[in-house]
């Protein structure tokens, strides 16, 4: 059974550019949740999605946007690189809405922006 | 707003001893709490879960607690080993946002 699974990796990309990551939720989960940490710094959530909608968003500008496919697969995508931006990404997966449901997480794209 | 504090903010201790990493929140009204463990550049594993309506959650050598109406939480490592080193956060829950702490750096030295 695979888990939350990123790509990519790593990516490198100059500022003002735009990117685009990808997660693919554990297998049975249809909710994902899209993250941004910073060097030293804990996750800062970015948005969540469910039934193929935005459900919550964090504190984050417009130039952060997603999406989620009928599979349950995800995209996140940045516009207008900043320096800013750099950071490790991190998405996580639940079935459902309910607080009980315990968030797994992949093991991120690192992003650098120069 | 709610805000998550860990601290210390770094932990260094020998093999073997038993230890206590603490977390700290401002709203109290939370749906549940979770430690997570994060290894340099890896995404996160997450350790314990604690529903709002619960006092703590054991699995192996790790037990935390949860204090919902002082705003804290605890998570206690028994025995520690060099495998434990690591950053462990927690985060809490309120709807479907959940807002992390910086964590703590566990060094276990062998």
């Known amino acids: 059974d695979a888990g939350v699974t990123q790509s990519p990796t790593h990516l490198i990309k100059t500022r003002g550019q735009q990117v685009t990551l990808r997660c693919s939720p554990k297998?049975?989960?249809?909710?994902v949740s899209w993250y941004q940490q910073a060097l030293g710094q804990g996750p800062q959530f970015i948005f969540q999605y469910y039934e193929e909608e935005e459900r919550q968003r964090g504190n984050f500008p417009d130039r952060f946007s997603g999406h989620q496919f009928p599979n349950y697969s995800s995209e996140l995508n940045v516009n207008a690189l900043l320096l800013g931006d750099s950071a490790l990404y991190l998405c996580?997966?639940?079935?459902?809405?309910?607080?009980?449901?315990?968030?797994?997480f992949g093991a991120g794209t690192r992003l650098s922006v120069l | 707003k709610q805000e998550v504090t860990q601290i210390p903010a770094a932990l260094s201790v020998p093999e073997g001893e038993n230890l206590v990493l603490n977390c700290s929140f401002t709203?109290?009204?939370?749906?549940?709490l979770q430690w997570f463990r994060q290894d340099p550049g890896k995404g996160l594993t997450s350790l314990l879960l604690i529903q709002s309506s619960q006092r703590e959650q054991t699995s192996g050598r790790l037990n935390a607690s949860l204090d919902k109406s002082s705003g804290r939480s605890t998570l206690y490592i028994a025995a520690s080993q060099p495998g434990d080193s690591a950053t462990y956060l927690c985060?809490?829950?309120?709807?479907?946002?959940?807002?992390f702490g910086t964590g703590t750096k566990l060094q276990v030295i062998p």
């Open positions: 985060a809490v829950r309120r709807g479907q946002k959940v807002t």
């Open positions: 297998s049975g989960h249809d909710t």
């Open positions: 996580a997966s639940s079935l459902g809405q309910l607080a009980k449901n315990i968030q797994y």
């Open positions: 709203d109290s009204a939370i749906y549940n």
